[in-house]
């Protein structure tokens, strides 16, 4: 396993991450996930070297985090513990701004630092910590409740001061949004949506937390699985799954499913080559690239969680890399 300092905070994270948005269930994921057997994928992920989990309040209303607690319990010596803050989900919840309807509940915006210090609080104890290693604001304030960015980071400032947390950062902020945060307080990383079928981020956030020496955490890295290959043709999902909405994972759809299929078919020299996976091809790749430090991979089992550690060790050449770069680029937008 490779590991990189999460910016300028002194932590070293693996270069693969846990992501555990799936272990958090839900309509949105299909088959519900098993608490055990994620406790279970957690433990490999650290018996093979991984130390960055993470994890958010969001991620099935809390119980994501408190997979994880159960996890790490005995192994926090072992974990670099990334959370986030942001989203509000409560029964009745009015505070924040609007965000969407998810799971059959609404979703608020809010980086209010009464909130935040209220989320930092329920984190802690679902997660059985003391202290959190890489706190993230899950998503920018929005109109009509926009907070200050500069009031937000002064919270998580104090938050820093009072021991509770490590480090800061921020998830899914525009490079203006990235900007504003940085000058306001001490940023360790920006956590975004990359993928080798969605490069939007190398003409701007890429290079900038390059240039500023900000970690990033990548996710949807393996596009929800459709990166590994075992996705195939006949594999079905409902409308109210993600990789079911046509307007959030476009390449589901069925002909653009089959672009994808093929060109990872192509690879399969590659992967023989390096006697790896495809999934492990994709995520040394994305690994590899200018700006990209850390890449976030969920896992449902333990197999999955060791497979997906397994690419932190994984070298690829320049040559390897633009091909593959070079097929991405040939494949296309999705239709």
Request: with cysteine.
């Amino acid at each position: 396993m490779q590991y990189r300092t999460l910016g300028k905070s002194g932590i070293r994270a693996s270069i693969i991450g846990l992501g555990t948005w799936v272990t958090g269930g839900g309509r949105v994921w299909g088959k519900d996930p098993d608490d055990a057997e994620s406790i279970r994928a957690i433990q490999a992920s650290i018996d093979a070297g991984v130390n960055l989990i993470d994890t958010a309040p969001a991620y099935g209303f809390g119980r994501s985090e408190e997979v994880v607690g159960k996890a790490i319990k005995g192994r926090r010596d072992k974990v670099v513990v990334a959370t986030k803050c942001g989203l509000l989900f409560g029964e009745g919840e009015t505070r924040g701004s609007f965000f969407c309807p998810f799971d059959g509940r609404v979703l608020r915006r809010s980086l209010r630092p009464d909130t935040i210090a209220e989320e930092v609080e329920q984190s802690l104890r679902r997660l059985g910590v003391d202290c959190i290693d890489l706190y993230q604001t899950h998503w920018p304030a929005i109109d009509p409740e926009k907070t200050p960015i500069a009031d937000t980071m002064a919270c998580l400032m104090k938050l820093k001061d009072e021991g509770k947390i490590r480090a800061i950062g921020v998830s899914n902020v525009s490079l203006a949004e990235l900007g504003e945060n940085e000058r306001a307080g001490e940023v360790a990383s920006d956590q975004l949506r990359y993928s080798i079928l969605h490069r939007n981020p190398e003409s701007d956030i890429l290079p900038y937390c390059r240039k500023r020496g900000l970690a990033t955490l990548t996710y949807m890295s393996l596009e929800q699985g459709l990166l590994t290959g075992k996705v195939g043709m006949d594999r079905k999902f409902e409308k109210d799954e993600w990789r079911g909405n046509e307007a959030w994972s476009p390449w589901y759809k069925l002909e653009n499913r089959a672009r994808v299929l093929a060109m990872l078919e192509s690879w399969r020299p590659l992967a023989e080559k390096h006697t790896c996976t495809i999934a492990q091809l994709v995520i040394a790749w994305t690994a590899a690239q200018p700006g990209a430090t850390h890449v976030l991979c969920g896992a449902r089992n333990a197999a999955q969680a060791a497979e997906n550690a397994a690419a932190g060790a994984l070298r690829l050449d320049a040559a390897d890399m633009a091909a593959m770069r070079k097929s991405a680029i040939e494949l296309g937008q999705p239709a």
